[in-house]
């Protein structure tokens, strides 16, 4: 569960780093690359909720 939540932060990293860019400079490419980390967050933070729910059962 460690290594699924160091994942989750890097993506939530990489997210911020290219939605601001997207924001603040009009970066369109950024934009992408933002949608793309968001869509890995959004599986990612899924099995996380399904790790945890089976941990939170032992």
């Known amino acids: 569960m460690k290594k699924l939540v160091e ?5 939530i990293a990489e997210f911020q780093v ?3 860019a997207q924001i603040v400079k ?3 490419a950024a934009g992408a690359r933002a949608r793309k980390a968001a869509l890995a967050l959004m599986k990612d933070l899924k099995e996380f ?3 945890s729910v ?3 059962k032992k």
């Open 7 to 11: 994942k989750i932060n890097a993506e």
């Open 18 to 20: 290219n939605a601001e």
């Open 26 to 28: 009009g970066n369109k």
């Open 49 to 51: 909720r399904q790790v």
């Open 54 to 56: 089976a941990e939170a």
